[in-house]
């Protein structure tokens, strides 16, 4: 029998969100959440980095501003939280989120590059704490760590082609969907990129079901500008708002945030 990801997500009392930065939360499932937390559902969000690895947008940091990148990238996040209506964050590797008996540990953005446009890869400066670099059973371990906390019915995460392929995108993929399983909770997989033309039910090609989220854009652009040293927000993506927001990364590159999300059961 097939089953529908989005009756298991409206029939959710608590939901987990797994993301591997500051801002990840806001723009590949910020409709999404904003629309959950609207009706009622709680979120609580896991971020595996702190971005630390991320270039800064010119002139966003004050010049009295000592603070490391990380402690920023750290207030970003919790004004979108906030602002998207997200009942509690986690850090991997701190407690909750952090495997019985373990000592603390930080997982360090690993960094990327450009393969080509809109698709990501490894740094050639990716250090030995870095998330994908660590092992994979520690990162797992504390996310089951959190998982029986929480107790979510389910946990949402990204598909295996991580968005845009950020290497720490893949790397959450795996350490959710491992998770997931040893725990016994279900896993939805948000889809990278864009909904194929038409697609409002499932598409035989990827099995993902899309849904809009009405009502949501003035959250997820608020959201959005709380990551003043990542992006810029340029405006409404096209002449309805449930076109999207249209952003600029800090290295120029143009980009949406939909307002629609394609979700699909991991089995």
Do not use: K, N
Request: glycine share 12%; net charge negative; proline share 6%.
């Amino acid at each position: 029998m097939t089953i529908d990801p989005w009756q298991l997500l409206d029939e959710a009392s608590t939901v987990l969100a797994v993301h591997a930065h500051p801002d990840d939360e806001s723009l590949s499932t910020g409709a999404l959440i904003a629309a959950l937390t609207a009706s009622g559902t709680r979120v609580e969000l896991v971020t595996a980095t702190r971005g630390e690895e991320g270039e800064v947008v010119p002139g966003a940091v004050e010049p009295g501003d000592t603070r490391p990148l990380e402690l920023i990238r750290e207030a970003e996040i919790d004004e979108a939280t906030a602002t998207l209506g997200i009942a509690a964050r986690h850090m991997l590797g701190t407690a909750p989120a952090l495997a019985a008996g373990a000592e603390p540990r930080v997982y360090r953005d690993s960094g990327m590059q450009w393969i080509r446009e809109g698709l990501a890869g490894p740094s050639d400066t990716t250090g030995p704490d870095s998330f994908t670099r660590r092992p994979l059973e520690d990162a797992v371990a504390d996310l089951v760590a959190l998982i029986e906390h929480v107790r979510p019915d389910v946990v949402v995460g990204y598909d295996d082609g991580g968005t845009y392929g950020h290497p720490d995108h893949v790397q959450a993929h795996h350490v959710a969907a491992a998770a997931c399983t040893r725990a016994g909770t279900p896993m939805l997989e948000v889809a990278s990129g864009e909904a194929p033309e038409g697609a409002d039910g499932r598409s035989a090609a990827d099995a993902f079901l899309w849904r809009d989220h009405p009502g949501t854009g003035e959250t997820v652009r608020r959201a959005a500008e709380s990551y003043r040293t990542q992006l810029g927000v340029v405006g409404w993506a096209g002449p309805e708002r449930s076109d999207g927001i249209a952003i600029r990364h800090v290295g120029g590159q143009a980009d949406v945030v939909p307002l629609r999300t394609g979700l699909r059961l991991r089995r």
